[in-house]
Each structure stands twice: as structure tokens, then as C-alpha cells.
């Protein structure tokens, strides 16, 4: 499954930088791309934690309860306005 565009929408959703949240997740801010750009996938710990940083609980939610990611970006969507 592609993760990248959630993570990013979660991300952004904060303001963060991918720096900003390497720093917070302590990892490195080439990881973050990777997430992002769907080269790396994240493991369950990460995404957790990726999730209660950028305060997105409800993306973890969805994503647990088997929502598939074209609904789960909507959903971040909506949460932005747009």
C-alpha cells in the first residue's frame, strides 16, 4: 500500500517541515522523504508515531479499521478545507 501522500497530508496539515518532524520522530529528514515519496515504507511504530505527532489519530483510526487511503485522504482533505 502507498503511504506517502497521507503522510505528507498529515504532515502539512501541522505546518511541519519534513525537518521539523525528523527532528520530533528523531530520525532523519531523507527518511521523511522516503515515507513520503513512497520509497521506504514505515513500519507500525512509525506510522503511530508519525500519527500522534502531527496529532492525526483519526487517520491511524481509519487506517486500522481497514479505510482504504483514497478515503483516508479525503478525509485529511476535508480536515484542511479543501
Known amino acids: 500500500m502507498k503511504y506517502g501522500a497521507i503522510l505528507r497530508a498529515c504532515r502539512e496539515r501541522m505546518g511541519f517541515s519534513q525537518e521539523e518532524l525528523a527532528n520530533k520522530l528523531h530520525v ?9 515519496n ?14 500522534m505527532n502531527t496529532q492525526a489519530q483519526e487517520v491511524l483510526v481509519a487506517f486500522i479499521c ?17
Not at 532523519?28 to 513520503?36: C, L, P
Not at 514505515?42 to 500519527?51: D, E, L
Open 28 to 36: 532523519n529528514q531523507s527518511d521523511i522523504s522516503k515515507y513520503e
Open 66 to 82: 481497514g479505510m482504504d487511503g483514497l478515503n483516508i485522504m479525503q478525509k485529511v482533505m476535508q480536515l484542511l478545507g479543501g
Open 38 to 51: 513512497d520509497v521506504k515504507e514505515p513500519t507500525i511504530s512509525m506510522f503511530r508515531a508519525w500519527m
